[in-house]
């Protein structure tokens, strides 16, 4: 075979040379004649080839056909046949060919559909006559300005006008088809559709005429005299000269109408007026998206999500290994050539817009069409007419577009500012992260409390270094935030997506066996074929943080512990929800829910339409498309605005009794430390529990394990040195009791119920350190039975705090940390929501820090998951900022007593409190107490563990002298302390 194609590619060149240069600018003529029986897949075809010019010419062939003439002069491969043709003598021949059902043809008793491989194909434009008899009742469809239609009792005989060069030739024809046609400014519009959807061809009509005054008011007249839309029993989407063929399972889809029928007739300019130099690449298939898709949602101010779904669709199927350059696109076969030459090149010439602006880039366009027509148009025909028309070399900016297979990763580091003189100096760092810098220009916007100001950025350099001088400080500034650049999408834009999914090589099926085959139709497309089917209860915390996920295990514990109580909505046929891994920046974990396989089938065919969609709701041929939000553009800056609070309005909180009755929740926040805020949540919940109603106070200080002890003491059970000691305060929590104390006192002389909201704080350890996994099924007993992963604000919020841990206390692991932060939130909003059911009456004030409570995405909102309850929230000592909380309390500084500090560091040691170190000038250094000491008593008062000490020292004045018993070796000595430095 290889010698035999090197044969007749060396006689083609041979002859080529001996060829003058203007051979073939004259079009080869090419009569076609075909019989055919679809019922028996029988072609006969009789072909009469013409030139003005000696050539060989090249045709592709089906490696069936039969040839019923052969010619020694001829060179026949499997595939090919080369044929040399002599100025004005006609060549003609016959042949047999058996035509069978693929991916591109199809045929039966009724239908008929040629696209690719049926006919002895040139390899160059063609200006052919084209005639084909079918049987009696077909009705056909050819590129044609007209068809002239001749039937006799047996066959029908179409003959196919069209008066222009082409590139090649198509056939559609049906017994079934109802054929309807309607006039548009003398351009005859027509409709082959099946029964089905025949109502649908007035619509189609409508539309039609609207794309074609759309475009022959941007471009020129429309170049044909027909138009027709013609529909496949395949599931197509094809753009031939003069018609459309789609798949007739989407004609009823929306998105067709609203966009891919105006995509399909752009193409009668943009690939059959203007024919594609394929060997030079093929820049159609972007022009068109750009002018079509791109620009209808141009029309209603979506352009920019357009764009940013398109860069989502390069993160999804696009990896460094799958990255291919645009000058190497010739057709779309797979997600990834289709990114790359519809996408990436629709970009390209966005951003020759944006360069030349709109008149000179349509100016080309024209010139384009008026000079090129019906001939084949290259990437250098483009660079050269648009350098010719602007003056302005151009051959980079589309270079690096087509003949790289990078994309730029832009960054900003190092934002400040200042004032300088009497402007506001902005400066920031702008990093292009690629081995070479692209040449880009990148908009800003700047947001100002009242208004927002635009610049662009000229990018040629690795680092750049930009500096503004600015009229007022910027709120938030963002570097192409209406995506015009093509460029990497940082972390905080992106979104899950079907697409997303879509383009995830390997991942875990987590459906039950008895389910499987209710959802075959899925898990036979790609990429869920390629995926792991497994058991539900085989997936452990350590599968899943690794892997992407798809299951329909709503009630499973680990998807409990990243979705809460998620379900599928109600009367929904079939449903896909798709979620960021909270765990795993590159991972995602999609909820399926569907009753019936019949469903699954009928839908799961339309999933990949809807690709930049994060959740599908299908029902019947109606769909409910959502998409999650996310940052718009790369954030350089952000800075609250100056927030103006009228006094006026301000009230002290001894007037908050009426807006304190109005809400049975009432969240207060704290800094640990800061004995105003304890002071002012004593007063908060004065004033409720002055309402006269059941009231009960929620502590973050406490964990489940102390409820117990916590009970006893209000009971009076306990002294208040033993509560302190069995509830293990000291340990647990830490911070001084006196900042506690009187609310506690409150409590306990009012009777008001405390509940101890927090987990074991050994659990969130635990899971910050090792992960759920790591859990016994006793620890697992105690875990709330819901956890949401799913507020990305708060992942946020947590990702900063994990920084700060991660360098002060050693956490190496942010999945792990993040588990833990929310075990803790959840933990706490399911006991307080325990309480509300379990006792309807009570009101309910929670004590937790600000972090708990700020933005309501901490306890908040977790509650009002779980019970429907109205609630107030207050921070303290915090920002005013919009939503941080519905009252922000700012409170003049307290000084309060604390503790006494003896200054050492003890050991405890069965039974025995051991000194270990001493603080330089601390109370029990002045008072002579040594490293190895063993504390025995204070006062009158055993000592046998640092509880009991600290909860001895509450009652202790920091003024007084006490007598501490130590052990020194062998004797027991008494040693006076005075806290007062001297």
């Not at 690449?281 to 791109?294: C, P, R, V």
């Not at 990114?339 to 010439?349: D, E, S």
Request: hydrophobic share 40%.
């Amino acid at each position: 075979m290889v010698r035999y194609l090197s044969l007749l590619k060396g006689v083609i060149l041979c002859l080529l040379l001996i060829l003058p240069i203007f051979a073939f600018a004259t079009p080869l003529q090419y009569e076609l004649t075909v019989e055919i029986d679809p019922a028996q897949g029988r072609l006969t075809g009789h072909v009469r080839l013409h030139s003005e010019t000696d050539r060989i010419v090249e045709l592709a062939i089906n490696p069936d056909t039969h040839f019923l003439t052969k010619n020694p002069d001829w060179v026949h491969l499997v595939s090919h046949l080369a044929i040399p043709l002599t100025a004005g003598k006609a060549v003609t021949f016959s042949y047999h060919v058996l035509l069978t059902t693929d991916q591109y043809n199809w045929v039966d008793d009724r239908h008929l559909v040629l696209i690719h491989n049926w006919y002895p194909k040139p390899n160059t434009l063609t200006q052919y006559q084209f005639t084909a008899r079918l049987p009696e009742g077909f009705v056909a469809n050819s590129e044609a300005d007209e068809i002239i239609e001749r039937s006799d009792a047996c066959q029908t005989e179409f003959t196919f006008i069209f008066p222009h060069p082409r590139t090649e030739l198509h056939l559609v024809a049906s017994k079934d088809y109802i054929y309807e046609t309607a006039d548009y400014n003398g351009i005859e519009l027509a409709a082959y559709f099946f029964p089905q959807h025949a109502h649908l061809i007035d619509t189609y009509f409508e539309y039609s005429r609207k794309y074609l005054q759309r475009y022959e008011t941007l471009l020129t007249p429309y170049p044909f005299k027909r138009f027709a839309i013609v529909a496949n029993p395949q599931p197509t989407g094809y753009a031939m000269a003069t018609y459309t063929l789609l798949g007739q399972q989407i004609l009823s889809l929306p998105f067709v109408l609203e966009t891919s029928l105006a995509h399909e007739i752009l193409h009668q300019w943009l690939g059959h007026f203007l024919y594609t130099d394929y060997a030079s690449g093929n820049w159609s298939e972007g022009l068109t998206s750009y002018l079509a898709d791109h620009a209808l949602q141009a029309d209603n101010d979506q352009d920019s999500d357009y764009r940013k779904n398109a860069l989502l669709k390069y993160q999804a199927y696009i990896t460094p290994n799958t990255a291919q350059k645009a000058r190497d696109f010739t057709v779309r076969h797979d997600q990834i050539s289709s990114v790359i030459g519809y996408n990436k090149v629709m970009f390209l010439f966005h951003h020759l817009r944006k360069q030349l602006g709109d008149t000179l880039f349509f100016s080309g366009l024209q010139h384009l069409l008026h000079h090129y027509a019906f001939q084949t148009l290259s990437w250098q025909d483009l660079i050269d007419t648009y350098s010719n028309l602007s003056q302005q070399p151009l051959t980079a900016l589309f270079s690096q577009y087509l003949d790289r297979s990078d994309i730029p990763n832009i960054t900003v580091a190092n934002a400040q500012i200042k004032a300088v003189k009497n402007d506001i100096q902005l400066q920031f760092t702008v990093q292009q992260n690629t081995e070479q810098p692209y040449q880009l220009l990148l908009n800003a916007d700047l947001h100002f409390s009242d208004d927002v100001m635009s610049k662009t950025i000229i990018l040629d350099q690795k680092e750049q270094i930009i500096t503004w001088l600015l009229p007022a400080i910027p709120t938030a500034v963002y570097l192409d935030p209406h995506y015009d650049t093509w460029r990497q999408l940082s972390a905080a834009e992106q979104i899950p997506t079907v697409d997303q999914i879509r383009g995830q090589a390997t991942g875990l099926i987590a459906i039950t066996p008895e389910d499987r085959p209710q959802y075959h139709a899925l898990l036979q497309q790609e990429p869920f074929k390629h995926w792991t089917l497994i058991h539900p209860d085989e997936m452990n915390f350590s599968q899943l943080r690794q892997h992407n996920i798809l299951t329909n295990a709503f009630d499973h514990p680990l998807v409990r512990h990243l979705f809460a109580a998620v379900k599928p909505p109600e009367n929904s046929e079939f449903w896909l929800q798709i979620h960021r891994h909270p765990y795993h920046a590159e991972r995602y974990i999609t909820l399926l829910h569907s009753d019936n396989a019949s469903s699954v089938e009928h839908h799961a065919r339309r999933i990949r339409h809807y690709g930049q969609y994060s959740e599908l709701r299908f029902n019947a041929e109606s769909i409910d498309k959502q998409q999650t939000i996310a940052q718009k553009g790369i954030l350089v800056f952000s800075r609250p605005a100056p927030q103006a609070v009228p006094v006026a309005a301000a009230q002290p909180l001894a007037h908050l009794s009426e807006e304190l009755r109005r809400h049975r929740v009432i969240y207060i926040g704290e800094q640990h430390d800061n004995m105003m805020h304890h002071i002012n949540q004593l007063h908060l919940i004065q004033q409720v529990h002055r309402l006269g109603e059941p009231l009960a106070v929620g502590l973050e200080m406490f964990q489940h394990g102390q409820q117990a002890v916590l009970d006893a003491y209000l009971r009076g059970e306990l002294s208040e040195e033993e509560f302190l000691v069995r509830s293990e305060y000291f340990t647990r929590w830490g911070y001084d009791y006196r900042l506690y104390k009187p609310i506690i006192d409150y409590a306990k002389q009012h009777h008001i119920p405390l509940i101890a909201l927090n987990i074991a704080g050994e659990i969130t350890r635990q899971v910050a350190r090792q992960g759920l996994d790591s859990l016994d099924d006793k620890q697992r007993a105690q875990l709330p039975q819901y956890i949401d992963t799913t507020d990305t604000r708060y992942q946020q919020e947590l990702s900063h705090i994990f920084s700060q841990h991660q360098r002060d206390q050693g956490h190496a692991d942010s999945a792990q940390f993040l588990q833990a932060q929310l075990l803790w939130d959840e933990a706490m909003a399911e006991t307080a929501a325990q309480f509300l059911l379990t006792h309807p009456e009570h009101r309910l004030i929670v004590l937790a820090g600000n972090g708990h409570i700020r933005h309501g995405y901490g306890i908040p909102a977790r509650v009002a998951r779980r019970v429907e309850v109205s609630a107030l929230t207050f921070v303290q000592g915090e920002e005013v900022s919009p939503g941080v909380a519905d009252y922000v309390l700012l409170s003049p500084p307290l000084d309060g007593d604390m503790s006494p500090r003896l200054g050492v560091m003890l050991e405890e040691k069965e039974g025995l409190l051991i000194v270990i170190e001493l603080q330089n000038d601390s109370a029990a250094a002045r008072a002579g107490i040594k490293k190895g000491d063993q504390l025995l008593r204070l006062s009158d008062k055993t000592l046998d563990s640092v509880a009991r000490l600290k909860s001895i020292l509450v009652h202790i004045d920091a003024t007084e002298t006490v007598s501490f018993i130590v052990q020194r070796g062998k004797q027991q000595i008494e040693v006076m302390v005075s806290f007062l430095p001297e």
